[in-house]
């Protein structure tokens, strides 16, 4: 017994001792470009702090189990105006910070990769959807939270394929990133075994995109864009720019359902995403906010939480050994998706179930039942490894 005592007052002490010491501090820098999109909704015009503020809830919870493990996490945010150099703000944030999570353009989001190649900081991709990344320029220190347009492609046409809705009007924005998105949706549609029936172009001639479209000049230009297209199960719109997508469900000239860029959305998280212990997640999201969770703000917080979960699964604040970690085969991440996420270790992307919305509720969530894969059924979205022209440097 007196041994016995004499060993718990011995475990007291140097616990009482652990947590006296001073916690080890893992710098987190957030990089960033201010919002500028324009809408055509009101409703989602982007909050000046989307992205970052899922980031802030995720440093939270790190701080939460970190205090047991002698860990505190701190969260350096950069918002970049329109001229600034990405590089230059990149490198600030890397003197204090062994990780950085950006929202930056493709091209901004690879120099400041390359810039930051020999300190040895990892990067997390939590904005930028474009294939390449992943792809022909791939890099090995950025791992992508964010789901790529082929992901959200394949997550769409498993939905409509297992609806039987397999004949495509596919409605093309002007810009470059509708064009991508729509290359995504022909990939998909020869993936899946669905048709395009016919392809059309809306031509984005500019002015205000609210005032200047009144309700009643729309209901009469939208049925006639749409008329006279082959007999067709779904129109398909490929409209990132925001221009057109949204003025399409309910004024197509056939009444048929709107899928891709309005209608039924494919997104990485949404603010109606209710299963798996989500709510109480958006309520205190909700509750530091006052307003409700995007997919941005989802896609900052898991990388938050990757670095958290690392860094408490290794005991170590150490950039290198919280790094290997998290490309290693142990490691996941719990996002309130019904399944733990993991890396693609062919070009680092993380593998995640995408949700299908319709503004109000959650419709579905693929991969859809009945999509097989040898590894992972989550593999069935975007590019596979076979696939992949992916070459880590």
Known sequence: MIRWLAGLIGFGLAATSALAAEPAVIGVGYLGVAPTRSTLSLVDLPAENDGVAGARLAIEDNNTTGKFLGQR????????????????????????????ITDLPADALLKVSDALRDRGTLLFNAGAIDERLREADCRANVIHTAPTRAMLADALGQYLVWKRWS???????????????????????????????????????????????????????????TQGAPAYDVLVAADESEVFGAYLPYRTWDPR?????????????????????????????????????????MQAWTAARMIGEATSRTNSGDVKKVTDFIKGPDFSVAAFKGTRLTLRDW???????????????????????????????????????????CKLK
């Open 347 to 389: 070009n680092w992307q993380l593998r995640q179930p995408i949700l299908l919305v319709d503004g109000r509720m959650v419709v579905s969530v693929s991969p859809q039942e009945g999509f097989l894969h040898q590894v992972s059924e989550l593999d069935t979205l975007g590019y596979d490894r076979p696939e992949s022209k």
């Open 167 to 225: 004949r495509w009007l596919l409605v093309v924005g002007s810009h470059d990133e509708d064009k991508l998105f729509a290359d995504a949706l022909r990939r998909t549609a020869a993936r899946f075994g669905a048709k395009i029936v016919q392809e059309k172009t809306f031509e984005d001639k500019g002015g205000a995109r609210r005032t200047d479209s009144g309700v009643t000049l729309i209901q009469r230009q939208m049925p006639v864009f």
């Open 73 to 100: 996490f701190a969260l350096e945010e950069r918002r970049m105006r329109e001229g600034e150099d990405p590089v230059q703000a990149a490198t600030t944030l890397a003197e204090k910070n062994g990780f950085i």
């Open 257 to 297: 359902p709107v899928a891709g860029s309005a209608g039924l959305v494919p997104r990485s998280w949404d603010a109606a995403q209710d299963q798996w212990g989500a709510i109480q997640m958006q309520n205190r999201f909700m509750k530091l906010n006052s307003r409700r969770m995007t997919a941005l703000d």
